[in-house]
């Protein structure tokens, strides 16, 4: 696009990038548990001049099921901070091979909130939550969401808490979260401008 100054034709400045938000979704539920510890490590390694949300599904109430319908169903406390996010970070153990009813409770509650953006997923268990991961992945693909072909298995990572109960793992494991997040990102700025510039076709 250019600007015409009557003398000369100049290119339309470009506006500048909004900031890119990034909800980071603790999934498990049990009393004693390591989700919120390596949600907050996953938040500590964003950009700063990214909008991080943590929601932790432990502190949602959803709507009974018996309102679920195809779609979704009743709007509920935490659908507006799910559609506001450009991006999701998923934190979630891996329970008898696969991802906890809590997190798939989450997920169906909501539909157009999901759609065509970016996710990866940050797994843990004995062997690193990798079942976890494939499941995840159909689901969403489901639901429109781009999952990231890096994503993060974290094996036995309360091995790993600190004397503070933070996570604190080998700077191996730091930057391959950094690596993960900075395509998080890109997916994130490619998509956006996507879904305001060619919505897609119904």
Known sequence: MTIS?????????????????????????????MGPA?????????????????????????????????????????????????????????YNHSYPASLKRLIDWHYGEWHHKPATVVAYGVQGGYATIEHLRGVLAELSVVTTRRVIGLPAPWRSLD????????????????ATLTELRWWAEVLADARRSRPFPA
């Open 38 to 94: 390596i949600a907050r490590w996953v938040v500590a390694a964003l950009d700063p001049s990214i909008d991080a949300d943590l929601i932790d599904i432990a502190e949602v109430t959803l709507p009974d099921d018996e309102l679920l319908c195809p779609g979704g169903g009743p709007k509920s406390e935490v659908a507006h901070r799910i559609a506001a996010a450009d991006a999701y970070v998923f934190v979630t153990p891996e």
């Open 163 to 178: 004397d503070q109960g933070r996570y604190a793992p080998d700077t191996d494991l730091s930057r391959a979260l950094a």
């Open 5 to 33: 100054t009557g003398q000369h034709s100049q290119p339309a400045a470009a506006a500048p990038p909004s900031r890119v938000r990034v909800a980071v979704i603790s999934a498990s539920v049990r009393k004693e548990r």
